[in-house]
């Protein structure tokens, strides 16, 4: 019965873990906890199956103890690509992150990372820094605004300065496209249709 | 007479516009044609080195030409004003769709590192650089599960993220997805459903709404374009 209770939970932290990730509109606090309980699942089972193969090593043609085995690891693998889809998922908000902010993330966006996650976007950083160089193309540019007009009308949300002009925030002006367009991505300008 | 003069010198200009105009619309074209098709196809194509090596020297040809017609005083300034603009919106134009082009495949890459990894002839199709940055990526990636979690897992058989047992953690492009392609020759008979059996007489100019998978083919060897 006891065997049976535990199957019973299966992955179900795991797949907890997911739906809070997916629930969250930005990005929650990295759940160490959770990532450390799952972890001591997979190796608590891992310890079991390795008893059940000593114990009932005799037995280990009989049909219900390989499938037993078999299953307790099939729990495990998928206990293993929840968390490495919990992880790479962060990851790929942490990256859109830095191709839409640049370098300016958000403090309290930062304290939600792991130390691992922090370590990851500033050697990330790194990476897209020397790739772009190297090909010499600034990529992060014009990533929402395409320069189909040379020129855009532009609301000043915020003051800011905007090629070599100081803007003044609640006014409307008509500026170049690419000048306009990391004010735009900061928030600080938008665009007027 | 003045008219026919006139008329000859309309023909010249409309002539050498057009041929200029050939030529940057052959250029944009090119890549806004690699641009799409790499935007809309499931699977990471060819590198087109050569167009994009192309572009880059257009592009700094064209930012030479606008150094040298910086107007010298303020009276060629407002001559020349409207053609420095649209030197400038040309390099926009040039430099977006390239900008867009690396930008498009890098994403790809990220996504689907792990078919890169695995498959040697799928690595194949991308430049020098970017193996470089897909080699770094991984790396940055493996260092990060491992020091998250996989180090933590006490058999060391489960720390593998590559082993065959994982098959489903890496990440293949969906064939299945359906495209919208413009054929750009007369193809003839065309199997689009395998399943259903049904071909389909494709003639020049046509666009249609298909599975991916049977048109790849036709894809790699340029006789459609994707549009969406």
């Known amino acids: 019965t006891t065997q049976v209770e535990k199957m019973s939970t299966l992955n179900e932290k795991a797949i907890e873990l997911l739906r809070d990730l997916a629930r969250s509109s930005t990005i929650p606090a990295f759940d160490e906890e959770a990532v450390r309980e799952v972890t001591q699942e997979i190796n608590d089972r891992d ?52 191709w839409e902010l640049d370098k300016e993330i958000p403090l309290d966006i930062q304290r939600l990372l792991s130390q691992n996650e922090g370590n990851f976007l500033q050697n990330y950083d790194k990476l897209l820094g020397d790739y772009m160089d190297d090909i010499g193309v600034e990529l992060t540019k014009d990533l929402h605004v395409s320069p189909k007009y040379l020129f855009i009308q532009v609301k000043v949300e915020e003051e800011c300065q905007v090629g070599d002009k100081t803007l003044r925030k609640g006014t409307l002006h008509f500026v170049k496209t690419t000048d306009a367009e990391p004010m735009i991505r900061a928030g600080l300008l938008t665009h007027v249709e | 007479m003045a008219s026919k003069a006139f008329e000859e010198e309309l023909d010249n200009l409309n002539d050498s516009d057009a ?90 890459i990220e996504q689907q590192i792990s078919s890169i990894k695995v498959d040697e002839e799928y690595r194949e199709r991308l430049s020098d650089k970017e193996k470089e940055y897909a080699d770094r990526y991984w790396n940055l990636l493996e260092k990060h599960f491992n020091d998250s979690f996989l180090q933590n897992l006490s058999n060391p058989r489960l720390r593998s993220l590559t082993d065959e047992q994982q098959e489903n953690l890496v990440v293949r492009p969906n064939f299945n997805r359906y495209v919208i392609i413009r054929a750009k020759e007369a193809l003839g008979l065309v199997e689009v459903d395998v399943d259903l059996g049904q071909t389909v007489d494709i003639k020049e100019g046509d666009v249609l709404l298909v599975r991916y998978e049977p048109v790849q083919d036709l894809l790699m060897e340029g006789k459609i374009e994707l549009l969406g």
């Open chain 1, 47 to 98: 310890q079991e199956i390795k008893e059940i193969l000593t114990k009932e090593r005799h037995r280990i043609r009989e049909t219900s103890i390989a499938v037993f085995v078999h299953a307790q690891h099939a729990i495990n693998l998928k206990n293993k690509q929840c968390i490495l889809a919990y992880l790479k998922n962060r990851l790929n908000i942490i990256q859109q992150m830095r």
């Open chain 2, 19 to 108: 041929s200029i105009a050939e030529y940057q619309t052959s250029i944009i074209d090119r890549i806004n044609s690699a641009l799409f098709n790499e935007r809309w196809s499931p699977e990471l194509l060819e590198f087109q080195l050569d167009l994009t090596k192309e572009l880059t020297e257009k592009i700094e040809e064209q930012l030479e030409e606008m150094k040298k017609n910086l107007p010298e005083n303020e009276e060629e300034r407002t001559r020349k004003s409207l053609f420095v603009k649209f030197q400038q919106m040309e390099v926009d134009r040039l430099s977006y769709s390239l900008r867009s082009y690396f930008r498009t495949r890098l994403l790809k």
